[in-house]
C-alpha cells in the first residue's frame, strides 16, 4: 500500500533503528525539507534525522557533508542517483544502491 511521505519515513527510519541497534554504525538521513519539516532530530541512538533548508536539495547537502569528512574516515552513501553517486565517490565514500541496502537490511 501507498503511504503518505511522513508514514514511509517513519517506517524506514524505524527500520535503519533496529539495523543499527545490531551493528556499531552511526547513520545520518538526509531528506528534501519544505516549509512544514525542516528540523533535525534523532530516531534511535545511531540515526540522525536533518531535513534540509527549503530548496535546497538532500542531494547537494549528502555530497557537501561527505566532501567535509575527513578522507581517512570511512563512509557509505546509500543511494541511487547518479549525481550523488558520482559526487560522493570523487571524496572517496563507498555507495550502495537504495534496492540493494534495503534487500540486506530486510
Known sequence: ??????????AF???L?????VRNVNV????????????????GAAVSIRFTATGVEADDEII???EAIDPETPVVVV???RRVVDGV???GANTVSSPS???ALR
Open 1 to 10: 500500500p501507498k503511504l503518505e511521505p511522513a508514514a514511509q519515513r517513519a
Open 13 to 15: 527510519e524505524r527500520l
Open 17 to 21: 533503528a533496529g539495523a543499527t541497534a
Open 28 to 43: 545520518i538521513v538526509v531528506y528534501d525539507g519544505d516549509d512544514t519539516v525542516h528540523a533535525a532530530r534523532s530516531a
Open 64 to 66: 557537501a557533508a561527505v
Open 79 to 81: 543511494s541511487s542517483d
Open 89 to 91: 565517490e570523487r571524496f
Open 101 to 103: 541496502f534495503l534487500a
